[in-house]
């Protein structure tokens, strides 16, 4: 799967790396959003639907199922 | 009466914003294929709160577009009812539907219940130019647009969005006062320690804070039609040409009244957010019982919206019971600096600053209610905030987190 971020709308609330740590981390200075895998594994595409679900400021895209 | 099959069930939220979005969002993720009717009092499409005292207020263009919460086409793409510009005024639980100002009414097998809060209004502050409040887009815009000719700004209330209100508003150049019957600002919400250096911070940023008796609101003066200044119970009077009311917000029930259903302080909820059967609440308007905290709760943050949608779509779904208890969140803009904080803080019996201080732009700062580490907030330490937040959720001890500082 495949997903896109638009940075400049992310609020720093850490939804994502708490729905999807393999995927997600956040800077720690100001808790945007940090990628850490930008093609994850099929096992991990639930948690990431689930980020993109979650996330307060609708930051992550998925763009390839 | 007995309950429809989920799947076929004619769904109705009332409320298009967060909450109702969400709700319609997730049920059809989870396999519903009936109709799903979502009713929004603004004329706009679904969009998004929190930029409203963040963004908006400062100097980027921003319009509803902008703060769309989903796609232009999008709900309707999932077969989603749009109706907005139409206000419930009636709940009818023995027919199963809702009255709307349209005169037209929707039946309903499952109701979700997402109306959120109204700003509490300042009483004889009515039709006096130059007064705002804070809850919709139009009011945003309309705050934009006066703070631009503003010179004297006096904002009533020193709670989140008062802070917020103000911190934008210094950035705009106008001379800026909050006024707060508190001891500091953000005292119900973060406690007095942490409140004391969020004024320190609004001070610092030539805000003016007036606190307590000072900041205790007698009432407005105007001249011509328009606000010109406010009074105090002590202390001199301001002078302003723009006021900002941000003394809290009540919960929009109003339409609930006859319906039967319990609206004492929201929508009274069982620990799975129903309120009766079929009957569900979600976001600011909801009040339920979080197993997790073991009290009664009513969260007006952004997170809370959406998670609360996807715990209610999951039941009716499921046609289970399950509790909804969630470990809250929010956020807060103040000038340059992101608070965030994780569990639940008001009413707290204890606060344990674990590591530095807002002026050093790094904080954590943990909340104890009875025996247990309900809550920490932080300042530039996303990452220890998140294994904190673990602990929460695990219920830990308030001395084994002492000890761990």
Redesign the interface.
Known sequence: MKFDIELDKC?????C??AAPKVF???????IIVVLNPSPSPDQEAAVRDAA??C???VIKLTEQ | MKQADPRTARVVIVGASAGGTSAAEALRARGHEGPIILIGSEQHAPYDRPPLSKQVLGSAPVDSATLALRGKDHLRDLGIEERYGVTADDLDLARRRVELSDGTAAEFDRLIIATGVAARKLPHAEGLAGVHTLRTIDDALKLRSALTEASRVVVIGGGFLGTEVAAAAAGQGAGVTIASSSRTLLQSAVGELIGQQVTDLHRGNRVRVRAGSEGRVRTLQSRGGRVSGVTFVSGAPEPADLVVVCIGSEPAVDWLRFSGLAVEDGVQCASDCSAAEGVYAVGDVATWHNPRFNMSMRVEHRTNATEQALHVAERIMAGDRTPYAPVPYFWSDQYDLKLQAHGYLRGHDEVHVAEGDLTSRRLIALYRRGPALTGVLAVGAAKALRQWRSRIESGMNWDDAIGLT
């Open positions: 609020v720093g609330a850490g939804v790396a708490i981390d956040q800077n720690d200075d100001d808790g679900v979650r307060p400021a609708a």
